[in-house]
C-alpha cells in the first residue's frame, strides 16, 4: 500500500456519459491511466493514482491493472473491479472494497450523481415534443 504525505481524494469526471460496451475497446480507459501513472511517477513510485471506472445505476465498476480472484480480465493488463453495488438505496461495499470508496462519504456522493443521471434522463431533451 502507497501512502503519501498531504495525500487526497479527488473526483474527476467526464463531461459525456460513456456507453456500456462488450467491445474490449472499452480498456483503453485503464490502459491509458496507468500509462498516466507512469508519466508521473518519480523514481519509480506514483505520485497519483488514476482509478477510471464506470459508474451504473447498479453497480461501480473500476478498471485495475492488478488481478484477483474477483476481478474479470478486459485486455492490456486491464482488469475490471466491481467495487460497489447498489442496493436498499444505496452504493453497498464488497468485502475487497477499497476503504476509501466503502467511506460513508464517496458513497453518498457517488448515490449523489446517480440521482441527478437518473434525473437527466427523465427530463425531455431540447427538440422533443
Do not use: C, Q
Not at 483503453?28 to 451504473?56: H, Q, W
Not at 466503502?102 to 427538440?127: D, W
Amino acid at each position: 500500500i502507497e501512502v503519501h504525505e498531504n495525500e487526497r481524494n479527488e473526483v474527476r469526471l467526464a463531461e459525456t456519459a460513456a456507453e456500456r460496451s462488450p467491445d474490449p475497446e472499452s480498456a483503453d480507459g485503464g490502459s491509458m491511466a496507468f500509462e498516466f501513472e507512469k508519466e508521473l511517477s518519480v523514481g519509480g513510485k506514483r505520485t497519483v493514482n488514476i482509478d477510471p471506472g464506470l459508474l451504473a445505476e447498479e453497480n461501480v465498476v473500476l478498471a485495475t491493472g492488478k488481478n484477483y480472484s474477483h476481478r474479470i480480465y478486459l485486455r492490456d493488463g486491464v482488469f475490471a473491479d466491481l467495487t460497489l453495488v447498489f442496493e436498499k438505496g444505496e452504493y453497498r461495499p464488497l468485502p475487497w472494497t477499497y476503504p476509501d470508496y466503502a467511506s460513508p462519504a464517496i458513497r453518498a456522493f457517488l448515490g449523489g450523481l446517480r440521482r441527478g443521471n437518473r434525473e437527466a434522463r427523465r427530463r425531455p431533451t431540447k427538440g422533443d415534443s
